[in-house]
């Protein structure tokens, strides 16, 4: 018998612990036994000169939830070097359910074929419809009713990378209230939801999330909120809000004003004060709206700003961390036409009918209209109803005129010698295969680099899991997968540590593995030392780049030729190998 299963030789080793040198780690029944000299023979030999052995990624904040069970490999996850995701976030986690479910964004094609919208589709659907949609799709019924069925399922199955879960508050509110969830909830029906937090605590989850900004949670009283975390702190769970950014995300009309996202920290802040439970705020983002708009220099004093009540909390002695998206470029429609034309596209069902139809002033004054009206849900970024600067934050990816393309809309108006409404119209009509997405690209990566500095600031991808096939949505407005779903970590060390000189490498090892792994107290995760377990990636840093379009990228990244997971080799040579050997890191684990 071999002295190792796996042996990685002469791999730049950077150990999550300030080591970083040039050595061997040596892999046997899914732990590191040795790391540095390592002598003795291994089934299985990696030589690894001119590659970085890393901690694997640890994703703080995944949407994997019910990703596990469609895409068992974890594809997107495994190969850009992710070896454990938490997921049940911002409120929605795969289980409990009873009769209501909130309806999976890869089922929305099936759904809203069957149930068309013009503005707002419905959310929440009965578990009875949902399953003859998720039955033609994947061959079978969603049939589990706890976190705890639902973990059964996943071991039977096997899964690719480690799980950490979650409850979410979504979820268990949709169990106790059902259709009837946009009122407070009476004291009966909280008492039902701690109940059900008890019991996934019970059945092993390791905290409880909510989506502050969305349905069902926005509606929830603070007594409630609190309530709830409360029952954390016999099992020393963790709170992990998505917090209130901009409260309901709905009528946002022209001149309206929502509260200082400040002020949503400092709620999810109180509420762990007040439960003395451990508290993760969910991707930081900054803590106000900015008009004028964010530069360089507002942005790092915002992110300075934004972390002071955080500081001030972690010094009055609370445990907090946080964890930070950590690319700019967010919107999952990519077409130019998907940003301010969605409930259009829906209505005309095409770009091309869409095009014809801009062609008309009166058409193009009614869509305005109604952007004006908040009928639809719209970033505030390029929302022109609380952002008068919404044309400067929109990017022309591509466009057939090569003068549009890579400039803001704002950029293209002035070339273009129209308002920035008709500039989007007529640039649409030129090219309706133009691509495009929003974010503020001035200031956010200062303000970025400012969460990035703070000791405690960690990388969260904020996606799903899932594969690289049949990504694109058939319907429009054409979604797909948020590009960070494929390369967020890849980008992240590309841009912070080879490109810009930001971080060390053993900075960013703390950023992606080991601080999110404390965080959610995994055993043994998150450093290669020994006796820890073997999730390992090996990275070609000079090749490390994302395949196809940086913005809209739905392909596996280059670079990470090697992932190993609980010590299997999952992605070889930078192929998936199909081996699931992920397990499930329940309280217990
Ligand atoms: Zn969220």
Redesign the pocket.
Known sequence: MSDFDVKISNARIVDGKNKEYIGSIGVKDGRIIETGKVTGDAEREIDASGLYALPGFVDP?S?GDWGFAWYPNCESAVMQGCTTVVAG???LSPAPLREYVQAPGVLWDEVYEKEPYLYHGKSLHKLIDINELHEAKFGWKIEYKTMGDYFELLRKQGIGINFVPLVGHGTIKYCVMGEDYKREAKPEEVSEMKALIHQAMVEGCRGFSI?L??DPDVFASKEEIDECVAVLKEYDGIYVP?WRRTGRRRNIKMGSYSAEPIEGIKEVIETARKTGVRLNI??LAPGWHTVPPMTPMIGEAIGKATLKPIDDAIEEGLDINFDVIPWECWEPFPYLCSLHFTQWLRLLGSREKLVEWLKIDEFRQKAWDEIEEGKLFQRLVINPCVNPHWAENFKIVTHKNPEYAGKTLAEAAKIHGKDAWNTLCDLIVLDPDSMGAHTDYRGIEAQMKEFFKHRLGTAGL?VGIRDDKDVMNRNPPYATPLPDTFSGYPKFFMRYVRDRDFLTMEEAVQKTSTIPAKTYKLKDRGTLLPGGYADIVLMDLEKLDHTGHPELTTTYPKGIPYVLVNGKVVVDAGVHTGTRPGVILTREA
């Open positions: 904040h949407h976030q911002c409120g989506g900004d969305y998505h969910a991707h904020d």
